[in-house]
């Protein structure tokens, strides 16, 4: 599948059946914290970056074939997503063809543009961005295009929060001596008030960033921040870890189990299944080798699947 991938578990969403909808990487932003590196198109023009067609002609098969279970349809892309000229389309599509909400991720930059907020609008759940309200902050942080402009940005998030039915969960990534003082979260909290998201998520550097110097938050200071913004804000938790035996034969069983439920990258499997990484690789490549579990390679990722799934 070239645009389908996943599903994948996501913290908020449970599982996600992902739809990326853009070349690498296409965006108006060049986040200091972003997993997918640095920005190689910096650009505003929205286009039609793949054809159309073939996105919902793979997103049709998906859907026909009925093999694969999710909780949701994610539309996001390697970079901002809004840069498709045909995404209103594209998420009409997903809502038509499925039961399963269809959720948009996105860095809100366009939504001061009246055509984006009318395409967004067609999905169940959006999931912007904010990660600064203060002019210098923002341009540290997300080093955008030339022609972008907070304020503007800021504007059109309070215009989609009037237009959109739906619900609107702001994330907000902080990343520590960047957008995290004082000053940085009384500007935030002021906009977050008049954008008035039905939640708000904070969030920190916890993958690779773009530039090494991005550095995480701590966790007391990210509930300091949640008690500062004057309204609910969650902290966006990862999965929780529990404790299994590490004797090999148990843990290669507790393994099968989660991947009969569903294809887990490396990642995914640590961090549900808190085991030590040498006793997982140890694991894993036992029934590699056997012919047990297989790798298959989306988007840059590595995921584990069962090579014929059978009941254990
Ligand atoms: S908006 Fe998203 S894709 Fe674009 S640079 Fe920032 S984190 Fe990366």
Same mark, same amino acid.
């Given at each position: 599948m070239r645009y389908c991938f996943g599903p994948v578990p996501s913290?908020?969403? !449970? &599982?996600s059946l992902g739809l990326d909808i853009l070349p690498d990487k296409t965006c108006n932003l060049n986040c200091i914290?972003? /997993?997918? !590196?640095? +920005? /190689?198109r910096l650009t505003c023009r929205r286009g039609e970056y793949h054809p159309t067609h073939e996105i919902l002609a793979e997103l049709d098969n998906v859907f026909t074939a009925g093999e694969i279970a999710f909780d949701c349809i994610t539309v996001t *892309?390697?970079? /901002?997503?809004? &840069?498709?000229?045909e995404l209103g389309k594209i998420l009409a599509f997903a809502r038509e063809r499925s039961t399963k909400p269809v959720v948009l991720l996105t #860095?809100? +930059?366009? &939504? #001061?543009d009246p055509q984006v907020r009318a395409e967004a609008r067609r999905a169940d759940l959006v999931l912007p961005s904010l990660d600064a309200a203060r002019e210098r902050s923002f341009r540290r942080i997300n080093r955008p295009a030339r022609q972008l402009v907070l304020e503007d940005i800021i504007d059109g998030l309070c215009r989609f929060r009037e237009e959109f039915s739906g619900r609107l969960w702001l994330e907000v990534l902080l990343v520590a001596g960047v957008n995290d003082s004082t000053e940085d979260i009384e500007s935030l909290e002021k906009a977050i008030k008049k954008i008035g998201p039905d939640r708000i998520q904070l969030n920190t550097v916890d993958r690779p960033p *773009?530039? /090494?110097? *991005?550095g995480p938050v701590s966790i007391e200071r990210l509930g300091d921040i949640a008690g500062m913004l004057g309204q609910p804000a969650e902290i966006i938790a990862k999965f929780k870890r529990k404790d299994i035996c590490a004797d090999l034969p148990l843990l290669e069983k507790e393994i099968l189990k989660t991947l009969k439920r569903r294809p887990l990258s490396h990642q995914d499997l640590e961090e549900l299944l808190g085991n030590k990484a040498h006793r997982m690789e140890e694991a894993l490549k036992a029934m590699i080798d056997s012919g047990t579990v297989d790798l298959v390679r989306v988007k840059g990722t590595t995921f584990y699947h069962l090579s014929n799934p059978q009941p254990l």
């Open positions: 913290r908020r969403l !449970g &599982l914290y972003c /997993e997918l !590196g640095r +920005t /190689e *892309a390697s970079g /901002e997503p809004c &840069l498709h000229s #860095n809100s +930059t366009l &939504l #001061n *773009a530039e /090494e110097w *991005a």
